[in-house]
Nanobody, 122 residues
Framework: QVQLVESGGGLVQPGGSLRLSCAAS????????MAWYRQAPGKQRELVAD???????NYADSVKGRFTISRDNAKNLVYLQMNSLKPEDTAVYYC????????????????WGQGTQVTVSS
């Protein structure tokens, strides 16, 4: 099993900042990609940003220039620094990771965290 645990969500005023963290643990041999998704009420889950093991990043157009994704490969951590937050950024943010398990077969995993609420409101 591979578990992901997010932290860092909360209530922030428009224009403020938050930093989300996600820790992966369990039977991990390697992690290929780590990502942040979000889901607002009544909307589909959408990709916010992802980062490869080599550090290549990809962002949704709506967050480019405001959000920064980073990772610590040695500690299986991924972060999302969110600046200049807007009310439309309000959502539950989910961490996702895929890679190989440390079992004999090196099975692929694709795991999700439970989510952390981010609310941007005055």
């Amino acid at each position: 099993q591979v578990q992901l645990v997010e932290s860092g969500g909360g209530l922030v005023q428009p224009g403020g900042s938050l930093r989300l963290s996600c820790a992966a643990s369990g039977s991990i041999f390697s992690i290929t990609s780590m990502a942040w998704y979000r889901q607002a009420p009544g909307k589909q889950r959408e990709l916010v940003a992802d980062i490869s093991s080599g550090g290549r990043t990809n962002y949704a157009d709506s967050v480019k220039g405001r959000f920064t994704i980073s990772r610590d490969n040695a500690k299986n951590l991924v972060y999302l620094q969110m600046n200049s937050l807007k009310p439309e950024d309000t959502a539950v943010y989910y961490c996702n990771a895929d890679g190989l398990r440390s079992d004999f077969q090196r099975r692929v995993f694709d795991s999700w965290g439970q989510g952390t609420q981010v609310t941007v409101s005055s």
